[in-house]
T-cell receptor, first 117, second 109 residues
Framework: GAVVSQHPSRVICKSGTSVKIECRSL??????MFWYRQFPKQSLMLMATSNEGSKATYEQGVEKDKFLINHASLTLSTLTVTSAHPEDSSFYIC?????????????FGPGTRLTVL | AQRVTQPEKLLSVFKGAPVELKCNYSYSGSPELFWYVQYSRQRLQLLLRHISRESIKGFTADLNKGETSFHLKKPFAQEEDSAMYYC???????????FGSGTRLLVRP
């Protein structure tokens, strides 16, 4: 089946630094990827839709200048948390859309746990 | 606004008992509903989608537009079914998913 990887799986950084998280579709091409955020014991909250070759579409309330998304190829999307602060600490999950029409499916990465000190 | 509600945070049953995980949605258009499952220490994965009308691992779910529900059912729970289950809604104009808050299913031996 389709596999999506994320790197790193865990990152600890100091407040004020920037952190880049990679999301890769390993065995399929994905023109559309999604970035989610999950707080402890809460559901996944969609942050943005990443479109290959164009600007990401951010959900209401998500700061696009803080969460930079780049989808430079059909297999890679990156999320950069700029000037991270402790409140940005969370579990970040990406997914990649495979297929089309009624059979399209989002395949999820394993997630990246970000801890900002 | 579009919304997915899973009223139970935790559902605990004994092995062999029937299971029903509730999911209600709020959406005025034509929705597509999904159930995703996350086993311990594993990533989120698709369990089933309403348009497929199939049974996966013994689980079924029927979309009831009148009650705006998409409850997940299994007649005889197994210990390996213990996991976190998320109901998700996709609107007819988008690939975006809106997730419910999830229900943890615990199947006791």
């Amino acid at each position: 089946g389709a596999v999506v990887s994320q790197h790193p799986s865990r990152v600890i950084c100091k407040s004020g630094t920037s952190v880049k998280i990679e999301c890769r579709s390993l065995d399929f091409q994905a023109t559309t990827m999604f970035w989610y955020r999950q707080f402890p014991k809460q559901s996944l909250m969609l942050m943005a839709t990443s479109n290959e070759g164009s600007k990401a579409t951010y959900e209401q309330g998500v700061e696009k200048d803080k969460f930079l998304i780049n989808h430079a190829s059909l297999t890679l999307s990156t999320l950069t948390v700029t000037s991270a602060h402790p409140e940005d600490s969370s579990f970040y999950i990406c997914s990649a859309l495979s297929g089309g029409g009624s059979t399209d499916t989002q395949y999820f990465g394993p997630g990246t746990r970000l801890t900002v000190l | 606004a579009q919304r997915v509600t899973q009223p139970e945070k935790l559902l605990s049953v004994f092995k062999g008992a029937p299971v029903e995980l509730k999911c209600n949605y709020s959406y005025s258009g034509s929705p597509e509903l999904f159930w995703y499952v996350q086993y311990s220490r594993q990533r989120l994965q698709l369990l089933l989608r309403h348009i497929s009308r199939e049974s996966i691992k013994g689980f079924t779910a029927d979309l009831n537009k009148g009650e705006t529900s998409f409850h997940l059912k299994k007649p005889f729970a197994q210990e390996e079914d213990s996991a976190m289950y998320y109901c998700a809604l996709r609107m007819d104009s988008s690939y975006k998913l809106i997730f419910g808050s999830g229900t943890r299913l615990l199947v006791r031996p």
